[in-house]
């Protein structure tokens, strides 16, 4: 059974820093595009941040640039999200997600391009 489970999430005040992991089991996806998604309360679910397979190929939200860093360590089935200088519109909960393949890099930043997700970590940004 394919596993992908959120951890690092919590409370953090506006400027602070956290590091979010993705520990995938059942399956390894170090062939797949990965990503980072998010739901802020009554909103609907955005796109963060996608990875390609090894690495080389990284795609951010406009929101997020410069702010947050996505990276994988495919030897741990691994994905990773630095978030640094957090505000308070980051406050969502974030979801990582295996993409589909064949991938198509067109569709990064659809969410049904993904075909397997984690049950979501909550990140709340305080004032």
């Known amino acids: 059974q394919v596993q992908l489970v959120e951890s690092g999430g919590g409370l953090v005040q506006a400027g602070g820093s956290l590091r979010l992991s993705c520990e995938i089991s059942?399956?390894?996806?170090?062939?797949?595009?990965m990503g980072w998604f998010r739901r802020a309360p009554g909103k609907e679910r955005e796109f963060v941040a996608a990875?390609?397979?090894?690495?080389?190929?990284?795609k951010y939200a406009d929101s997020v640039k410069d702010r947050l860093t996505i990276s994988r360590e495919n030897n741990r089935n691994t994905l990773y999200l630095q978030m640094n200088r957090l505000k308070p519109e980051d406050t969502a909960v974030y979801y990582c997600?295996?993409?589909?393949?064949?991938?198509?890099?067109?569709?990064?930043?659809?969410?049904?391009?993904?075909?397997?997700w984690g049950q979501g970590t909550q990140v709340t940004v305080s004032s």
């Open positions: 997600a295996a993409g589909k393949s064949p991938w198509n890099w067109a569709r990064y930043a659809m969410p049904s391009d993904y075909d397997y």
């Open positions: 059942g399956r390894t996806f170090s062939a797949n595009a």
């Open positions: 990875i390609s397979a090894n690495g080389s190929v990284r």
